[in-house]
């Protein structure tokens, strides 16, 4: 990385007063290991940071990960609305106030005299983040209501964007985008290295050695190099287990999340003409295997191991907590945008990567809605 990028990023750590570290809410272990290494990173420095993912479902076989838990699925409120009141010559007898009908009424008492217009004064106080950290996140709107719901905190504070895919908008103030690594995770460990190396603890280089071997799948991508497993080395060095975070991510799976897999694998379907895999899985199929959704993201990880051929992989599934809607996992793997794809499912999520809920009458007509879409938008591209 280049000095005066990493001493900029230095100096906006060292100058902010409450960071906030968000990811996409689908980014898997990478995502993940990088976002926590990096927020337990800022804790141990003396940093005042919170990392927040919009509606983000961590996997049982990540929940070893140290201080997952402390990640939230929405936004603390980020300002407070302050009303003044002169009360130097009125003084203060009692105040009150009710709520009714959508409309806040606020009563102040006078011990003598009256209030008037002129006492009465506005503000606002700041946002409460003043540095923003984003990690192996493409876009803004893969933040999903994070970014949506609070896009003047984006545009209003200094971004640090650290991602490795190629389609990264380059949407922050300060961009650490490095395409030849093997993952985000990778590319934080070096920049904790140049930053303070002897912060890095055991818990620290846990959760970034997790997110590497997640997105190489313990290092057998093309996108594994010489530098990628020294980095490994050295995190290995400074106390992760490898042979245990292996064990947690693809040994140690239960009898129902195997169950499952069987069942998933067992309904899995090809449309050649569309370059399409995809399956669905009912509500019945979670109550019978004793599993529930979180476990999906694995499947859909396993699919892309034994067929790399697909160009398009939909999982399509009945939460057993909401009968009358279905969700989707929708992933593209060519240079089509899978928001553009789904787009009339008002999906969430990156170009590669969407996830969607839509109301249907049963399984099979989610299906069929579906599939029509993305039928529609391959044979209209073609044309």
């Known amino acids: 990385m280049a000095f005066a990028i990493n001493q900029q990023i230095q100096d906006l ?13 689908n980014g898997g272990g990478d995502a993940l290991g990088a976002a926590l290494g990096l927020y337990l990173f800022l804790k141990k420095k003396g940093g005042r940071v919170d990392i927040v993912s919009d509606g983000v479902r961590i996997p049982p076989s990540l929940h070893f990960l140290p201080s997952y838990a402390d990640i939230k699925t929405e936004l603390p409120p980020l300002q407070k609305f302050i009303i003044k009141v002169d009360i130097a ?16 009424s606020i009563f102040l008492t006078p011990k003598v005299g009256m209030f008037s217009r002129e006492q009465i004064a506005t503000a606002a106080s700041g946002l409460k983040y003043d540095l923003i950290i984003t990690i192996d996140t493409p876009d803004r709107e893969a933040f999903g209501h994070v970014f949506s719901n609070n896009t003047d905190l984006f545009y209003k504070t200094p971004v640090i964007n650290i991602d ?5 908008e380059h949407y922050g103030q ?13 590319i934080v460990v070096r920049l904790m290295e140049e930053l303070d190396s002897t912060a890095i603890d055991k818990d620290i280089a846990t ?3 997790t997110g590497m071997i997640a997105n190489t799948k313990s290092f057998k991508t093309a996108r594994v190099t010489p530098s990628t497993l020294q980095t490994a080395s050295r995190l290995m060095k400074l106390g992760a287990d490898r042979d245990g975070i292996v064990e947690r991510l693809y040994r140690s799976k239960s009898l ?4 499952l897999w069987g069942v998933a694998l067992g309904r899995l379907q090809h449309e050649p003409s569309l370059g399409l895999l995809w399956l669905a899985l009912g509500a019945e ?11 999906l993201p694995d499947i859909i990880d396993e699919i892309l191991m034994n067929a790399p051929e697909a160009r398009m992989i939909l999982l399509l599934y009945q939460d057993p907590h909401m009968l009358t809607h279905y969700s989707a996992h929708f992933r593209v793997f060519t240079g089509a945008d899978a928001r ?30 579906v599939k029509e879409g993305i039928a529609n938008f391959v044979t209209t591209e073609s044309k």
């Open 164 to 168: 490795h895919h190629a389609s990264n």
């Open 13 to 25: 750590i060292a100058k902010s007063h409450h960071m906030l570290i968000t990811f996409r809410s």
């Open 207 to 209: 959760a970034l050695l």
């Open 256 to 259: 129902a999340t195997l169950k």
């Open 174 to 186: 300060i961009n650490v985008v490095d395409m030849s690594a093997s993952s985000t995770a990778e």
């Open 285 to 295: 199929d979670f109550v019978q295997t004793q599993t529930t959704p979180e476990q």
């Open 340 to 369: 553009l794809i789904a787009k009339q499912f008002n999906p969430q999520g990156s170009a590669h990567v969407v996830s969607f809920t839509m109301p249907a009458a049963s399984l099979l007509d989610a299906v069929k809605t």
């Open 89 to 104: 010559r009125t003084k203060l007898e009692s105040l009150s106030y009710d709520v009714k009908d959508d409309t806040l």
